[in-house]
């Protein structure tokens, strides 16, 4: 083995996701993912040639742990000494960061700083970083921040109407999410649709768990639907994307609830899961929803609606509309999700091309709508962890 290994770590409060991906090819030799952490029977599997196996991590059952545990898999496999450097998905850059940047003492402090604005997420990046330091002693690592290609959102985009003083004083204002994965999805458009994206206007909508859209055009992204917070937006497995604000009054004096609780039930038992009052899952929604079940088949269409009406505004960010790209669990594998869309949306001069649509699944990206559309509907598969290896190379100068 003689090519360079790049190391991609994505920490979560309680999980952490790490992949090793080959610089030259871009293939992914190995995956992990550490759960339960910071409980007693946390544990890490890992993912080799197809094959899983499971560690326990009793011992030190902490991010350390795992990435203790990740270097001991790597050297069981021969693969230790070839990782060249580590990748770290950082949630929030807040306005700091517009790039990918090489970690320093200064950028610690600077994620640090940035804690507000993803008390959950930045601590735990945080660790991973730690701990990767620590582990693999000498090797760059590079933050990647979810937050930085919404960088170039102009003011009157991500300005809240609400008094400026708290946007001065907390920085208060509209960051966006899933920056990294918009990023990739956009190039990837581009190049698939033999287009040069300094001159394309594209909404993308990344659909997974989570979920949002975004305007991209002449490459920078103009506006996206996730906010201060990932609550803002679409419809999404478990939170509810954007509602009146005074749920929070109505819901304290109606059903005398707190505020950690009304936040609580926003961002966990909302969304797909709140509407069908069966799951948060897509496909157990398709599913039910085809046997009839009447919830699935609201969470279908108000999914559906919310998304399309989403696209239709994004389309004013981005001065028009050449391409509509869809990414992410649901955006790469839900016809029915892209066919009621695309209905929706039809006065766009959009026309799904039904064949297409169904075949634009599985890991296959596609244009799914047909020849004499006005704008191009496309299926991209992304692929953050490549993107995050790709800037870490770059900027460890691989
Ligand atoms: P995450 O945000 O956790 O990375 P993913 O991008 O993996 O999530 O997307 C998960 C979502 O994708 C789930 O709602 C899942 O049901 C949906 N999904 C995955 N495969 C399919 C499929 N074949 N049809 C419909 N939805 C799917």
Redesign the pocket.
Known sequence: MSNKLILVLNCGSSSLKGAVLDNGSGEVLLSCLAEKLNLSDAYITFKVNGEKHKVELAAKPDHTGAVEALMDELKKQGLDSNIAAVGHRVVSGGELYSESIVITEEVIAGIEKCIPLAPLHNPANLLGIRAAQNIFQGLPNVAVFDTAFHQSIPEHAYTYAVPRELYRKYGLRRYGFHGTSYRFVADEAARFLGKDKNSLRMVIAH????ASIAAVANGECKDTSMGLTPLEGLVM?TRSGDVDPSIFSFLEQNANMSINQITDLLNKKSGLLGISELS?????I?EEAGKGHEGAKLALEIFAYRLAKYAASMAVAAGGLDALVFT???GE??DIIRGKVLAYLGFLGLTEDKEANLKA??GNAGIITSADSKASAVVIPTNEELMIAQDTARLSGL
Do not use: K, M
């Open positions: 659909l997974g768990n989570g497995g948060n899952d897509c496909r157990t398709e992410g669990g649901i594998n839900s699944r599985f």
